[in-house]
């Protein structure tokens, strides 16, 4: 078989694999709301704060407005006095003064990844079983908590702790059976730049079904971090948030815990915001680059082999070769015999297709996710850039282990911890 035939079918087996990702997203009840019905147990919501920006508010304030019935504390860690996001947290305190709300200087510095080790300090302080976890930009739908912490309460406190296996790949379309760790898919809300409109396809169409992708053959053994729920006696079971504070990866690590002591580990079908001060290329670049380096560290050869469904990759990859390799035949006294010949242009118009088809699916995947917003059609043009700026992101996890995280400069070790460079 020539490359060009070699190119063909790596095209066509990026456009089976995409479209595996849009059958297994198809399939999850996305959106579903299965709000709690019985008892409220307390929860304790955790929340790191570094900085803030115009979005931190509005953020915040959607914990606050929360329609659960149950005791619900709120404690939120910041490094040290200074930080600006005390001031919001201070003011949106004031505002709701019938909460239970703590604003916590972690003044210790427990390991390289600073949320792991305010979480841990923060966990020290949690007065409810029920631990909800957020990261400092998601904004969540009021009705939130209540469906995230169902899937923890179907069924008795003894039964849930007890229960040992890991749900089926199946158990995700259930969202009512008992699990040990929930967490939830997010969409990035304000692209604002070309630069954020690349990182908004790579998560509000590509993430949050290659998550389920994994999820349809596999059972689930890693946590999202946007939002994940858990019971403090499993999280102490793992070691806590002390355990993770060398760990790059930290959501999925707890994950991984969790899953290899045969607890199960479900999905939310609420979608939660992420909302981010606008950004350019430059940053947009060392938090990509960062996210793979981080997924290749946790997940080598899948991640390797991720390169396989980039459909735009392998279908330019296919013409050029088509239109190469006849143009090099014909400088040569013997022509090389191959047996698949087609012409360039029945090439161009199949990598056409193939090329409208990911964008069409790409699209489609992002107003599942996303049907409020606007539509994604203006810029649908920008799944392939995407996807060519991800062969070179791609190629940059797996040469370099250095990041760059909040302002400082790590090296990554290949376990997943990491160490400041």
Known sequence: MTLSGILAGFALLSLALVFWQWLAARRFPLHRRNPLTGPASGISLLKPLKGCDEHTEDCLRSWFVQDYPGQLQILFGVAEEGDPACAVVRKLKAEFPRLDVELVICRERLGPNEKASKLAQLEAMAKHELLVVSDADVRAPADLLSNLVTPLLDGSTSEALGTSGSGTAGDLDQPAQTMDLVSCFYR?????TPAMHWEAVAVNADFWSQVLQNASFRNLDFAL???????????AESGG???LVDQLADDYQLGQRLAQRGRRLGLCPVVVECWSAPVGWRQVWRHQLRWARTIRACQPLPYFLSILNNVTLWSLAWVVAAGAIPALESHTQAPYEHGFSMTFPSVGLIASCL???RMLLAVDLQRRLSPSSPSPWGWSWFVPVKDLLQVAVWAGAFLGNRIEWCGRRYRLHRDGSFSED
């Not at 971090?225 to 006696?233: I, L, M, Q, S």
Request: proline fraction near 5%.
């Open 188 to 192: 990035f809300a304000n692209p604002a």
């Open 241 to 243: 948030f002390r355990a």
């Open 355 to 357: 090329l409208a088809f």
């Open 225 to 235: 971090g946007a939002v994940v729920a858990t019971r403090r006696a499993l999280l």
